[in-house]
């Protein structure tokens, strides 16, 4: 089993950036895939952004192309999510998953965070 554990949320400015930091424990071999997905209020979990851990390959949500990066440090096993030109239309909560298969719209890992609070002012 693979534990992770968000941080990195907070409050910010519309047009502001924030980092978040997905540090994974436990099974850590058995990582293939890592992404993020976000819930807002009253909202479904929607997918943000996911990384192939061994070739690095991303995948973005349409909504934060051009905006957010994913990246990762195998050797932390450490996933994260550069946010910039945050809206307040970002405003969610952001967790962490895992899984063995590509992570993206519709299909996400068994490996869930407890999530962190983003939260943009405008």
């Known amino acids: 089993q693979v534990q992770l554990v968000e941080s990195g949320g907070g409050l910010v400015q519309s047009g502001g950036s924030l980092r978040l930091s997905c540090t994974a424990s436990g099974r850590t071999f058995s990582i293939v895939n890592m992404g993020w997905f976000r819930q807002a209020p009253g909202k479904e979990r929607e997918f943000v952004a996911s990384i192939n851990w061994g070739g690095g390959s991303t995948s973005y949500a349409d909504s934060v192309k051009g905006r957010f990066t994913i990246s990762r440090d195998s050797a932390k096993t450490t996933v994260y999510l550069q946010m910039n030109s945050l809206k307040p239309e970002d405003t969610a909560v952001y967790y962490c998953?895992?899984?063995?298969?590509?992570?993206?719209?519709?299909?996400?890992?068994?490996?869930w965070g407890q999530g962190t609070q983003v939260t943009v002012s405008s």
């Open positions: 998953n895992s899984g063995p298969n590509r992570i993206r719209t519709g299909f996400s890992g068994n490996n």
